[in-house]
């Protein structure tokens, strides 16, 4: 906890801190404040409140404010989430990374003033992440990965209107708001809620078999203590629906198989556009080159594979290629060392002519996420892969005086240590 409020006394002193719209009396009391609220993200609210006291019409008011949300997170503060949260929606309405948790906070208040706040802000949630939804391309990286997500916020926006809507007492209308909530992500919470609505509701028999889903689902953000409540909860409507517990075993065991069987689908239905979704072995990748085609990396095993992470923007990436080739011509008999060219640029658009424009004539692959997965942070960066698929070598940047020779040196090592002859 303590590294995460530091970070945000770094940043907030990184952004306030010696700025041309505020006067020097101004930037004085800032920098005394942000030295005051250093020992906790608690006292780095406190300081920045009295700054804004002070200075309330700040030239930095907004900054200083998305400070004190990020410190009410690490906080636990859903008071000052929700309150400031809200003042910066306001401004920014579509800032998708605060929607969620400041929808979350409204909803903690339990008034019933914040509680239609959360309706609404929910519901422009709902319509913002539909319209990322419509809007993602087909052939955007990690497709799959995206859609994962928009879908999780989705299900959080529907979660937060059944809720608002339950806590007005439309416990029919807070139910098949849950059901969409799962049926756009299907998770622990929204469950939970539909089983509270359905109990209210008297529909003890309903509320059982969602309580039971709730339990049997596999939700990596469910802790023990979590599950232990739906447990609690589910045994005390069965009792009441049966009198005890004969034959509750037989419903947990049936919604487990129902929800492990949804899940499944709903992964494979993921992999349909992105083959990489839920991949962690970078050598199980399939690539989307240049030219449309794929490339299963599997069909590289017992080679060394030498990645290069590379962009058109890339100065440094421009100057690597002709030593790189070089590289190539000392290997280019040897079949059990392959080379691949990886494109990192976000926007793909492009590359296709700039490759046409330099004369590059290798292949190329996008990343496709690999980058993530093999934790690429910089380019030019060189990953070479054993003939056993383990990692031997990682080249960030390059040396133009010895890259050729460092480069062929870990092929080499490669070749070696696997058993198998080197080529040059």
């Known amino acids: 906890m303590k590294s995460c409020w530091l970070a945000v006394l770094c940043v907030a002193a990184g952004c306030f801190a010696q700025q041309p719209e505020m006067s020097d009396q101004e930037q004085a009391h800032l920098r005394d404040v942000l030295s005051a609220g250093s020992s906790s993200a608690v006292d780095l609210i406190h300081a920045l409140e009295s700054h804004l006291a002070k200075y309330p019409n700040s030239p930095k008011r907004n ?51 914040q509680s239609k706040a959360a309706l609404k802000l929910s519901r422009h949630f709902e319509t913002y992440v539909r319209t990322l939804i419509k809007e993602l391309p087909a052939d955007a990286p990690e497709r799959g990965r995206r859609r994962d997500e928009l879908d999780r916020l989705l299900g ?21 708001l ?11 919470d929204p469950l939970i809620e539909l089983a509270k609505r359905q109990a209210l509701a008297g529909k003890t028999a309903d509320a059982v078999r969602s309580y039971a889903e709730a339990f049997a689902i596999p939700d990596p953000t469910a802790t023990d203590a979590d599950r232990a409540v739906i447990r609690r909860r589910l045994g005390e409507l069965y009792q009441r629906l049966k009198g005890g517990e004969a034959g509750l075993g037989e419903i ?59 962009a058109t923007w890339c100065g440094p990436c421009r100057a690597q ?45 996008f990343e496709d996420g ?18 056993d698929g383990a990692v031997i070598s990682r080249m960030n940047g390059y040396n133009p005086e010895n890259f050729v020779d460092a480069l062929s040196e870990r092929i080499r090592q490669g070749l070696k240590g696997a058993g198998s002859q080197e080529g040059q």
């Open 252 to 310: 947990v065991l049936d919604a487990y198989d129902r929800m492990s069987a949804l899940l499944a689908e709903r992964q494979l239905a993921l992999k349909r556009f992105d083959p990489n979704l839920g991949v962690v072995n970078p050598l199980e990748y399939t690539l989307t080159g240049v030219d449309g085609g794929k490339l299963a990396l599997s069909t590289l095993a017992g080679k060394v594979v030498v990645l290069d992470f590379w």
């Open 370 to 387: 690999l980058s993530r997965t093999l934790r690429v942070s910089s380019i030019p960066t060189t990953i070479v892969f054993g003939r």
């Open 178 to 188: 849950a059901r969409k909530s799962f049926d756009a992500y299907p998770a622990g």
């Open 156 to 176: 959080h926006a529907l979660l937060y209107q059944s809720m608002a809507t339950g806590s007005a007492g439309d416990q029919a209308g807070a139910a098949e």
């Open 321 to 365: 290629h002709p030593l790189y080739e070089e590289v190539k011509k000392r290997f280019k008999d040897n079949p059990l060392v392959a080379f691949l060219s990886i494109n990192s640029d976000e926007d793909r658009s492009q590359v296709k002519a700039f490759l046409a424009d330099v004369g590059w004539k290798n292949a190329v692959y």
């Open 63 to 113: 900054d200083i404010e998305r400070a004190i949300v990020k410190s009410a997170m690490q906080a636990k503060d859903n008071h000052r989430l929700a309150t400031y949260g809200a003042k910066l929606l306001e401004r920014d309405p579509d800032d998708v990374a605060l929607l969620d948790p400041v929808c979350r906070a409204l909803l903690f208040e339990r008034t019933e003033e």
